[in-house]
C-alpha cells in the first residue's frame, strides 16, 4: 500500500499545520508561499514522521508539527538549494531563483527556518528542534565536505559514505527519531527508528547516485554528477579498478570545466564496464537488508507493513 | 566611554563561547570560519546583550550564549547577504561570495544558524531562542517588503517604517530584550530594554539611509540605494515636496536599471535642495530622544552611561 494512501488523514491534517505556520501578512510573501506549497513533492520527509509515529504508537499534535517543521526546513534547503544549484527546474516548474532572483530565494528560505522555529518554540516540542537541527548541522557539513573532496577528486569509499550520510541520511533518521519521539517516550525505540531511517536514507543517496549511471530500467544516464565533478559510488569503484591510464584520463575530463558530451560518455561507459553500477547496486541492497533487519524486532502491523512498501520504492524508484 | 573598552572583558569571554560553537571537523568550513572570524566587525549586536545585561543586573553564562547566538544569527545574515547583495567587498575584505561562490555561502550560512540553534537548545535558553528567531522572522519579511515595494516605487512614509522596523530595529530591540532577560527575571525591565532597542535601531536605518545623501561630516554622498531602487526617507519626503514633473522624472531615473552618474546626482541634489536630508535627520533624533527618554528611569550606572555614550554614537558615526 501506498504510504501516502495509507496516511491520507494524517496528511491532510499536515497540511493545515504546514499552510498554517508559513501564512505572512506581506503580500509578496504570500504570493511564493501559494507557489512553494503548489509545486510540494512527494513529501517523504513529513511522511517518515508520521509512518514512525503510527509504529510507535499514535500520531499526536506533536507528530503533526514535527512534520510541519521538517517540511518547513526540507523547503528552506530546497529553496536555499535554487541558489546553491542555479537549477532551472525544480520539481518540474522553474525553480524560484529563476524567477525571482537569488536574493527572494535567500529570505524566503530564512523566513521558512524561522517559521520552523517559531513553531516548534511556542509549543515546547525542544527536543524535536534539538534532533532537527543536527541534521541541517551535519546536511550543511555534508555539501561542504562534498564541494571540498570534488575539489581535489581524491574521495574514497570511506568518505563517500561520510558525505551521504551527513547530506542525506541524516535528514531522513531525523524524521523518523522525531516521529517516534512524538508519539512515544521510549527512548530504545526512538533510536532504532534513528537508524532505519538511517539505513534507508544511505539507500536513497546511493540510488539517487545511480541515475548519473543510467540502470536498465531508468532508461539514459544524466551524467549531471560528473559535469559537477561529483565523484560518487559507482565512480569510486571504477578508478579503483582501472588501469592508472584510464584513472588519469578519467581526472582529467572530471577536471575540465566545459565537459565534451563525448567525454561524459567515456566516464558513463566505462563506470558500466567496470562494474561499478553492479557494485553501487550492491552495498545500496545492504543498507536496505539492515533497514530489514531492524524492522523484524518490531510486532506485526499496518504501518508496519507500509513502511516495507516505502523502503522498496526507495530502491524501486525511476526518478 | 567605548562600549567596547568598557566590556572588554565581557568580549573576550563572548569571544570564547562563539568560536567554541563555530568548530568544525569539516577543514574547508574550518578555514572560513577563521576567515569569518578574522574579518568581524564592530560587535555591535553582541555589545547591546552584554550591555542591557549590565543595566539588568549581571552578565551571567547565559548572556555570553545569548551575545554568541545573535552574532553567530547575524553573521549568517551576512553572509547570505553576500548572495544577496553580490557584493564585491564587506567589510573591506572580499566576500566569501566572491571567493568562494554561492554555494558555500548558502551552506555556510545555514551551518552558522544550525550551530546557534543547537549552543541555544543544548543550554535550554528557549526564551531567548525564541525572542531572536521572532527577530529572524521579521528581517525576512522587512527585506521582503522592501523588495516588493521598490519595485512598485510606491513607498509611503508608514511603509519606510514598517521596513527598517522588521529589517533593522527587530534585530537590535532583540539583542536588548536577550540581554535584559539574562540578567533579570523582570519581565518590564526587558520590555523596557526591547522597546530602548527598537529606537535605537529605527535611528541607526535612518543613519544608514542618509550616507546615500551624504552630510556635511560624511563627505560624498553613494548613491548605492538610488541605484537599487530603494527609496528611502529623505528621498519619500521629497517626492511629497517636488513637482509632479520632477517627481514623475525621479521615478524614471529609478526604474532605469543602468542608471547614469548625472542622473543619480541630479536625484542627489533634489534631496538635498528640498530638505530630505534635514527631515530625516530630524525623525532620526526623534528616535534618538525617544531611546534616551527611556533611559531616564534607570537607576544612575557606569552602564548606562556607556549605553548613551553607544546611542550618540549610533547618529553620530561617519560609516
Redesign the interface.
Known amino acids: 500500500m501506498l504510504a501516502s494512501q495509507f496516511l491520507s488523514t494524517e496528511l491532510k491534517e499536515f497540511d493545515n499545520t504546514f499552510n498554517e505556520a508559513v501564512k505572512?501578512?506581506?503580500?509578496?510573501?504570500d504570493i511564493i508561499m501559494q507557489y512553494v506549497a503548489r509545486r510540494k513533492g512527494k513529501q517523504l520527509r513529513p511522511i517518515f514522521v508520521l509512518l514512525t509515529a503510527k509504529m510507535c504508537g499514535n500520531v499526536t499534535e506533536q507528530s503533526y508539527r514535527a512534520a510541519a517543521l521538517i517540511e518547513l526546513l526540507h523547503t528552506a534547503?530546497l529553496v536555499?538549494d535554487d541558489?546553491?544549484?542555479?537549477a532551472e527546474t525544480r520539481r518540474g516548474f522553474f525553480s524560484i531563483n529563476a524567477i525571482w532572483k537569488?536574493?527572494?530565494a535567500?529570505?524566503?528560505?530564512?523566513?521558512l527556518?524561522?517559521?520552523g522555529?517559531?513553531l516548534s518554540?511556542?509549543n515546547?516540542d525542544?527536543t524535536i528542534?534539538?534532533i532537527l537541527?543536527?541534521a541541517?548541522?551535519e546536511?550543511?557539513?555534508g555539501?561542504?565536505?562534498q564541494?571540498?573532496k570534488s575539489r581535489k577528486l581524491d574521495i574514497t569509499e570511506e568518505v563517500y559514505f561520510e558525505i551521504i550520510k551527513a547530506k542525506t541520511a541524516s535528514l531522513i533518521s531525523s524524521a523518523c527519531a522525531a516521529g517516534a519521539y512524538s508519539s512515544s517516550a521510549d527512548k530504545v525505540l526512538s533510536d532504532k527508528c534513528k537508524l532505519l531511517g538511517e539505513n534507508i536514507g544511505m539507500a536513497f543517496q546511493i540510488k539517487d547516485d545511480l541515475f548519473d549511471y543510467g540502470t536498465m530500467d531508468v532508461g539514459k544516464p544524466t551524467g549531471n554528477d560528473i559535469k559537477e565533478k561529483k565523484v560518487t559510488l559507482p565512480l569510486i569503484y571504477t578508478m579503483q579498478q582501472c588501469d592508472a591510464r584510464t584513472k588519469s584520463k578519467i581526472k582529467y575530463i572530471l577536471k575540465n570545466n566545459n565537459k565534451d558530451k563525448k567525454d561524459v560518455q567515456f566516464i558513463i561507459d566505462k563506470v558500466i564496464k567496470t562494474g561499478g553500477v553492479e557494485y553501487a547496486e550492491t552495498v545500496m541492497k545492504k543498507f536496505i537488508n539492515n533497514a530489514y533487519a531492524l524492522l523484524n524486532d518490531w510486532p506485526a502491523s499496518e504501518a508496519k507493513e507500509v513502511m516495507k512498501d516505502l523502503i522498496n520504492y526507495t530502491i524501486d524508484r525511476k526518478k
Do not use: A, C, R, W
Open positions: 505572512s501578512h506581506i503580500p509578496l510573501l534547503t536555499h541558489v546553491v544549484d542555479d537569488n536574493k527572494i535567500v529570505l524566503v528560505g530564512d523566513y527556518l524561522s517559521k522555529l517559531l518554540l511556542g515546547g525542544f528542534l534539538q537541527s543536527t541541517v548541522k546536511m550543511s557539513e555539501e561542504l565536505l564541494l571540498e
